[in-house]
């Protein structure tokens, strides 16, 4: 009877837990979306990868002593003694892995080229048009996952692709049909991005997510690091892009990843996506808030198919 009493209230708990990881996966959504001026800023003063490099550096700090901690066994708690006054320790916890596991390199490397690309085109092209094109990767994420598993893609997967790539000319294309560098790089970022929500929705349920996030963190700070050291020139560091590295690496970094790839333990990979499509709603939001970025009428219909995309691609939510 208990066990029976367990299990069903394990699944009446369900939706409330599924709740609960799509309101923080929301949370972080506005995040990441506030930070895209931050980030616009900073890189005009500093170079990309030096930047991620102390983002990400400030993001591993933070995770340090939680992992530390994490990590650290209990002391053995004896258990009742059997006959003739034997006891067993209790299980130690902690040393669920250690230093950078493969599952953490892969996402971590999807995260890097993410990044690279994005903050990389947000020197050329504008915050609001950087979180549309970012937020393709909502619409890319169903299609690569059916084909990874062999699977036609569902007649709304195929039709969310068309509308956000006729709402990707409409918000990139140039009078002489050419597309700017910006915006091609931020692509690049929508591709590399789909592939971290694949990886981190395949892995984060067999992983512990706290060793999971610190691994791909720290990933991504020695791969920036590596191509600071190859391709920038160091100015310098200001108390402006100091602050942007900081805010973006303990909030939109470790907090905000440290919160994903828990709650993607408790949702599906395609109903993340599909919360991360208010993503460039937050980024134009906040870009009109605090430097009066505005769109004309053509890009704001590329928006428009862009983002409805996004939700008709999504719109048979998995169970």
Known sequence: MRGEWSRSTFHAARPHRRLLADLALLA??????????????????????????????FAALALAPLVSWRRRPTPPSPLPAREGGETLPSPRRGGAGGGVSAASFLIGL????????????LHLTTPAKAGFITGLSV???????????????RWNAWLGVAAATVGLALLSLQADFSISPGDLLVFGCALAFAGHILLTGRFSPRHDPLLLTFGQVIVVAVLSAGAALIFDERP?????????AAFTGLLATSTAFGIQTLAQRFTTTTHTALIFAAEPVFAALFSFLLIGETLGPRQLLGCGLILAGMVVGEVRRET
């Open 28 to 57: 972080v959504t506005a995040i990441w979306g506030s930070t895209f001026v931050m980030v616009k800023d900073a890189v005009a003063a500093y170079p990309v990868f030096s930047f991620m490099a102390i983002r990400f550096t």
């Open 139 to 153: 619409v890319i994420v169903p299609v690569v996952a059916a084909l990874l598993l062999r699977e036609a893609p």
């Open 110 to 121: 999807a995260l890097f080229a993410g990044y690279g690309f994005q903050t990389s085109g």
């Open 236 to 244: 310098p560091l200001t108390g402006s892009v100091l602050f942007a």
